[in-house]
């Protein structure tokens, strides 16, 4: 528990995945935790974070990093096109890009503001119907669709589903990307990051391990 635990645990399936320190980086999932925890972990000098509500996001980032300015926040989850101008304001990255009228919007968002966040598009790897994302095989078909648009699309995300096992899923994810010449893979939280990293993960997003359990009461 605890950001230096998580930090020095990424270190470890890094080393033992063969892989360079600091390939994977780690998001900090700040969803719902009372800004004293965020606070602390921006005080112990950790500036990546991840936010699943375009709204909860613009509630409370502006005035972090009015004092850490270079803290940055990634969307993780569900992206509105009516809240398209917004999300490409406040995020640095947005990892939930999963159907065209999305991409078309970010598009004429992008020309219009002369600026557009790195973009995952998520895949539905569990094909499940309650989830988010592009069917595994759409994606493809999908990513050609991001990238004729000009959009800078460095990877993929997936959540598998909760009840199997998350390694085959990032396997899958990372096959996708890779017949895709994509280098990003956004995958793996609290119970399994490890195993996402030795799938290849370049963004782990880690909530409840670093700051606790959220409380939605
Ligand atoms: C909340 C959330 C996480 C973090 O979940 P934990 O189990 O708390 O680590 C990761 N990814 C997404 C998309 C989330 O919504």
Redesign the pocket.
Known sequence: MGLNDIKERIAKAEKQAGRAPGSAQLIA?S?VQPNERVEAVLEEGHRLF?E?KVQEAAGKWPAFQERFPDAKVHL??PLQSNKARQAMQLFSAIHSVDRPKLATTLARLAQELGACPDLFVQVNTGEEEQKAGILPAEADAFIKEVRDLDLPLKGLMC?PPVDETPSLHFALLAKIAERNGLDGLSMG???DFEQAIAFGATHV?????IFGE?DYG
Do not use: D, L, T, Y
């Open positions: 999932v969803k991840g699943n993780i989850g959540i939280m609290s119970s997003r880690v909530g409840s391990a959220r």
